[in-house]
């Protein structure tokens, strides 16, 4: 894996081995032509880190500070690996359960936050996604005119609720990506 664009572009960096199925190039690439300006300068939050390629990318590119959680050992010491090989400032790698943490985060605020959680395969399976938008101050942690980013299998049904407004779903190969923004700001 590699990053795209901007101070690290083109500089490949490590993923954990069986443990995360890091978002591809062609899918990257296209989410971040997406997000256009909003990322130079922004403040970044990469939630199920894995690699942290999505926040490593933003890096790259000119966001001015990323928050990476996880709660695998492995991939919080992969990306404290990868921030520090590629020379990339402004990253902080916590490990944590990502929805316990959303439940106790109330002051700091993100202009971006990437969701890549583990796609929910069948019935049973945690839902993640459902789990993130059921915890009350979600929504917080966003700024207003910030944009939330789901990665989540093709299949997925991703319902932003009465909270969010969906901007856009797109499709890549297995997955989907949706980008969200608080419901009544730009309205």
């Known amino acids: 894996m590699r990053i795209i664009a901007g101070i690290a572009g083109r500089r490949n960096f490590r993923v954990p081995r069986g443990v995360v199925r890091p978002t591809t190039d062609r899918t990257r690439e296209a989410v971040f032509s997406m997000l256009g300006e909003l990322i130079s300068g922004a ?12 926040g490593m990318e933003s890096l790259s590119r000119g966001a001015e500070s990323c928050v990476f959680v996880d709660d695998s050992r492995e991939c919080v010491n992969t990306v404290k690996l990868n921030l520090k090989t590629l020379r990339l400032s402004g990253g902080k790698v916590v490990q944590n359960d990502v929805i ?14 990437f969701a890549d959680p583990p796609y929910w395969k069948q019935a049973g399976d945690r839902d993640f996604v459902g789990e993130m938008f059921d ?4 929504k917080d942690v966003l700024t207003d005119e910030g ?5 989540a299998d093709e299949r997925a049904v991703v319902d932003g609720g009465e909270s969010w407004h969906l901007l856009e779903r797109r499709k890549y190969g297995g997955c989907a990506i949706y980008f969200f923004q608080k419901k009544g700001v730009n309205e």
């Open 147 to 151: 944009v939330l980013v789901i990665e």
């Open 100 to 113: 316990k943490l959303l439940g106790k985060v109330t002051l700091t605020q993100y202009d971006v936050i």
């Open 43 to 54: 403040k970044v939050l990469d939630l199920f880190a894995g690699s942290g390629s999505l």
């Open 135 to 138: 915890v009350e101050n979600f």
